[in-house]
């Protein structure tokens, strides 16, 4: 089932065929504007389109290479002077397109080629898998989703080689179109409307949602947000727009002005979008909008990308990180400011999803880890923020905030590259931190720790300890902080780690009682717990693909690293009830109740479950009494005692079942 899954699932997120040249290649042109007119036709999941492409010739090249959707057919190519050009793709399947004149291409010339193009974009729907698609390109009845990572027109390098575009969208009476820029018109044509959005700042993604949309518009806030949201969507938009606004403030208090005058949101259909919006548009899927408490991580991140990422334009593939990165690092800041009773937290989750696929491949692989997948989430975007946040304790957390501020100030409406950032680090700090992006953006593994020491009694009436720290990467250097806690008050050390094993003689004044290292999490390493929380994570990743097996494999690797582990106990549990496995559910929610009951809610969750499942097993009275032992928990996390109260009033039925 895995593998037939990631097969599916990259139908929508395969690797651009620019990520695929060798490393170092010199892009042949670049674009310098999008016009795109097309008809979309939501109830045959079609589109028929021309897009214009002004581009500037960067070498003389007797071919020109575009991408074009393998899905769509390409009906031709001309110029400027209605001169027809040769096409072809690389094979059947590929989406690697070349184009050819009868002359050398030269440099320097400026050309706009014009292509057309339909197809069918049907959406991808299979029985036995109840999960979100990962939709890069898809046209449906209730309307469409068309990313450019799709490669729903003909374009070239994106997100790599920014443009401006005019977008030209035809839909039928009662679809709403919204793409990048400013609404110019809508112009009613018979029975459809034409929507025409255009925008004069560079884009690096040029996405198009069509949907039977409401508008919302909100004027009060610092900058003026617009909400298109579908004709079913019925929730409360001001908690969702006071925290958004509380962002924006932020944002650009660290970094400065939004680079845009206004700011749109965009409800999607429940799909796992592999890029979610673009300069002044933000992509929000129908769960993070209804979520019954507002996602603020994820908000933040998708917040920050207008500065990180759509202003600031990452160069190459492997600067990927200087978009995603700083982003989840900018949203990790605004939790440590305006959430700070929660960011240790949601710091030590995000080094958790770094862990997950560390060692699969460096940060600097960038974009060939394919945006939008688990792996790029973890390697480009949490391991990528860890890196900010390790360099900060270097540099020292305030003066290396403002760095970055004044990084973003400098470079703002410009393209970026990982050099230029690690040399403006060097110039404002006066230290060489090359051997720091070798070693974390460069290389892939994290250090496990150990330490070894002896504890001495000085015949003054102090002590000593003397020992070694001992870590599993040959090259590796970083300051360490090592903790010692003593009969009196603890001791805070900090030593320089080199290499494999590092010795170390401390003094103390009282009796040293055990030594704890990295006590405040400013290193990001492996160890058992780190381990045990990779592993959960790891199921429940699985685990919300619906491929249980794999899911399994995970918790219980955790409960053999530590069987008291309830957390692991409990998804355990979850998975069985989900296959309808009551009784082995019920024995694990049981070892659950058994164990270190961390975090605090998994108790309440438990009874919730075991209630459900006295309940279908017809033993109410024991149904009633787990509900009730939920409610006096008094934790709320996730509606558990609105959950509880509900199974109170009426006896829970499983909603697979045939007998009701």
Same mark, same amino acid.
């Given at each position: 089932?895995?593998?037939?899954?990631?097969?599916?699932?990259?139908?929508?997120?395969?690797?651009?065929?620019?990520?695929?040249?060798?490393?170092?290649?010199?892009?042949?042109?670049?674009?310098?504007?999008?016009?795109?007119?097309?008809?979309?036709?939501?109830?045959?999941?079609?589109?028929?389109?021309?897009?214009?492409?002004?581009?500037?010739?960067?070498?003389?090249?007797?071919?020109?290479?575009?991408?074009?959707?393998?899905?769509?057919?390409?009906?031709?190519?001309?110029?400027?002077?209605?001169?027809?050009?040769?096409?072809?793709?690389?094979?059947?399947?590929?989406?690697?397109?070349?184009?050819?004149?009868?002359?050398?291409?030269?440099?320097?010339?400026?050309?706009?080629?014009?292509?057309?193009?339909?197809? +069918?974009?049907?959406?991808?729907?299979?029985?036995?898998?109840?999960?979100?698609?990962?939709?890069?390109?898809?046209?449906?009845?209730?309307?469409?989703?068309?990313?450019?990572?799709?490669?729903?027109?003909?374009?070239?390098?994106?997100?790599?080689?920014?443009?401006?575009?005019?977008?030209?969208?035809?839909?039928?009476?009662?679809?709403?179109?919204?793409?990048?820029?400013?609404?110019?018109?809508?112009? +009613?044509?018979?029975?459809?409307?034409?929507?025409?959005?255009?925008?004069?700042?560079?884009?690096?993604?040029?996405?198009?949602?069509?949907?039977?949309?409401?508008?919302?518009?909100?004027?009060?806030?610092?900058?003026?947000?617009?909400?298109?949201?579908?004709?079913?969507?019925?929730?409360?938009?001001?908690?969702?727009?006071?925290?958004?606004?509380?962002?924006?403030?932020?944002?650009?208090?660290?970094?400065?002005?939004?680079?845009?005058?206004?700011?749109?949101?965009?409800?999607?259909?429940?799909? %796992?979008?592999?890029?979610?919006?673009?300069?002044?548009?933000?992509?929000?899927?129908?769960?993070?909008?209804?979520?019954?408490?507002?996602?603020?991580?994820?908000?933040?991140?998708?917040?920050?990308?207008?500065?990180?990422?759509?202003?600031?334009?990452?160069?190459?593939?492997?600067?990927?990180?200087?978009?995603?990165?700083?982003?989840?690092?900018?949203?990790?800041?605004?939790?440590?400011?305006?959430?700070?009773?929660?960011?240790?937290?949601?710091?030590?989750?995000?080094?958790?999803?770094?862990?997950?696929?560390?060692?699969?491949?460096?940060?600097?692989?960038?974009?060939?880890?394919?945006?939008?997948?688990?792996?790029?989430?973890?390697?480009?975007?949490?391991?990528?923020?860890?890196?900010?946040?390790?360099?900060?304790?270097?540099?020292?957390?305030?003066?290396?905030?403002?760095?970055?501020?004044?990084? &973003?100030?400098?470079?703002?409406?410009?393209?970026?590259?990982?050099?230029?950032?690690?040399?403006?680090?060097?110039?404002? +700090?006066?230290?060489?931190?090359?051997?720091?992006?070798?070693?974390?953006?460069?290389?892939?593994?994290?250090?496990?720790?150990?330490?070894?020491?002896?504890?001495?009694?000085?015949?003054?009436?102090?002590?000593?300890?003397?020992?070694?720290?001992?870590?599993?990467?040959?090259?590796?250097?970083?300051?360490?902080?090592?903790?010692?806690?003593?009969?009196?008050?603890?001791?805070?050390?900090?030593?320089?780690?080199?290499?494999?094993?590092?010795?170390?003689?401390?003094?103390?004044?009282?009796?040293?009682?055990?030594?704890?290292?990295?006590?405040?999490?400013?290193?990001?390493?492996?160890?058992?717990?780190?381990?045990?929380?990779?592993?959960?994570?790891?199921?429940?990743?699985?685990?919300?693909?619906?491929?249980?097996?794999?899911?399994?494999?995970?918790?219980?690797?955790?409960?053999?690293?530590?069987? %008291?582990?309830?957390?692991?106990? &409990?998804?355990?549990?979850?998975?069985?009830?989900?296959?309808?496995?009551?009784?082995?559910?019920?024995?694990?929610?049981?070892?659950?109740?058994?164990?270190? %009951?961390?975090?605090?809610?998994?108790?309440?969750?438990?009874?919730?479950?075991?209630?459900?499942?006295?309940?279908?097993?017809?033993?109410?009275?024991?149904?009633?009494?787990?509900?009730?032992?939920?409610?006096?928990?008094?934790?709320?996390?996730?509606?558990?005692?609105?959950?509880?109260?509900?199974?109170?009033?009426?006896?829970?039925?499983?909603?697979?079942?045939?007998?009701?």
């Amino acid at each position: 089932m895995k593998n037939l899954f990631l097969t599916f699932s990259l139908l929508g997120l395969i690797t651009p065929a620019w990520a695929q040249q060798a490393p170092g290649a010199s892009p042949v042109l670049d674009v310098q504007h999008y016009e795109i007119s097309a008809e979309v036709v939501p109830d045959e999941s079609f589109v028929k389109g021309e897009v214009k492409i002004r581009f500037v010739l960067l070498e003389d090249s007797v071919s020109l290479p575009f991408e074009l959707n393998t899905r769509l057919s390409l009906l031709g190519v001309r110029d400027e002077e209605d001169v027809s050009y040769s096409t072809s793709f690389d094979n059947f399947e590929s989406s690697r397109l070349r184009v050819r004149g009868s002359e050398t291409f030269r440099k320097g010339t400026e050309k706009t080629l014009t292509f057309r193009f339909e197809g +069918t974009l049907e959406k991808e729907t299979y029985a036995f898998l109840d999960t979100p698609q990962a939709e890069s390109a898809v046209i449906y009845p209730g309307g469409a989703i068309l990313l450019s990572e799709g490669n729903w027109f003909p374009s070239h390098r994106l997100p790599l080689d920014a443009a401006t575009a005019t977008v030209k969208i035809t839909v039928p009476l009662g679809f709403s179109v919204v793409a990048p820029g400013e609404m110019r018109s809508i112009e +009613t044509l018979g029975i459809s409307e034409v929507f025409t959005w255009e925008s004069g700042q560079l884009l690096t993604r040029i996405p198009v949602v069509v949907a039977r949309f409401f508008r919302q518009k909100f004027e009060d806030s610092s900058i003026p947000l617009t909400f298109y949201v579908t004709e079913a969507f019925d929730r409360d938009l001001r908690p969702f727009v006071d925290e958004v606004t509380q962002m924006l403030e932020f944002f650009q208090s660290e970094y400065g002005p939004l680079p845009k005058e206004a700011l749109n949101f965009v409800q999607v259909s429940n799909v %796992r979008l592999p890029s979610t919006g673009c300069a002044g548009l933000i992509l929000l899927e129908s769960s993070l909008l209804q979520s019954p408490a507002i996602p603020i991580m994820e908000l933040a991140r998708r917040v920050a990308r207008q500065w990180w990422g759509y202003s600031l334009r990452p160069g190459r593939s492997s600067d990927a990180w200087l978009q995603d990165g700083f982003a989840t690092y900018a949203a990790l800041r605004y939790f440590e400011v305006k959430h700070s009773d929660r960011f240790s937290t949601e710091l030590a989750r995000e080094a958790v999803s770094a862990l997950k696929y560390e060692s699969n491949a460096p940060v600097s692989k960038g974009l060939e880890l394919q945006s939008g997948s688990a792996q790029y989430q973890s390697i480009v975007a949490s391991k990528g923020a860890w890196i900010l946040y390790m360099l900060g304790q270097l540099v020292g957390r305030e003066q290396f905030d403002g760095m970055l501020g004044d990084w &973003y100030r400098q470079k703002a409406q410009q393209t970026v590259n990982t050099s230029e950032f690690v040399a403006f680090i060097q110039e404002r +700090t006066g230290e060489d931190y090359r051997w720091f992006f070798v070693q974390w953006v460069d290389s892939v593994g994290v250090p496990e720790f150990r330490i070894d020491y002896t504890i001495y009694k000085l015949r003054d009436g102090g002590f000593k300890i003397r020992g070694q720290i001992k870590q599993n990467i040959e090259l590796f250097r970083m300051p360490l902080e090592v903790r010692i806690e003593t009969k009196g008050q603890p001791e805070d050390k900090e030593l320089n780690v080199r290499g494999k094993s590092t010795a170390f003689t401390f003094p103390t004044e009282t009796m040293p009682l055990r030594m704890e290292l990295d006590p405040n999490g400013k290193v990001l390493s492996d160890s058992p717990r780190m381990r045990i929380a990779v592993h959960v994570a790891l199921g429940e990743e699985y685990q919300a693909l619906k491929e249980f097996l794999p899911a399994i494999r995970e918790y219980e690797k955790a409960t053999q690293l530590n069987p %008291r582990t309830s957390i692991a106990h &409990y998804r355990l549990g979850e998975v069985f009830f989900e296959q309808r496995n009551f009784s082995t559910a019920a024995n694990s929610f049981r070892d659950a109740l058994n164990g270190d %009951r961390k975090p605090d809610w998994v108790e309440t969750w438990i009874h919730i479950y075991l209630g459900k499942i006295y309940d279908v097993l017809g033993q109410r009275q024991r149904a009633l009494a787990e509900y009730q032992k939920a409610v006096n928990t008094k934790v709320d996390y996730n509606s558990a005692q609105a959950e509880a109260q509900k199974y109170l009033k009426e006896t829970y039925s499983s909603p697979q079942s045939v007998i009701g």
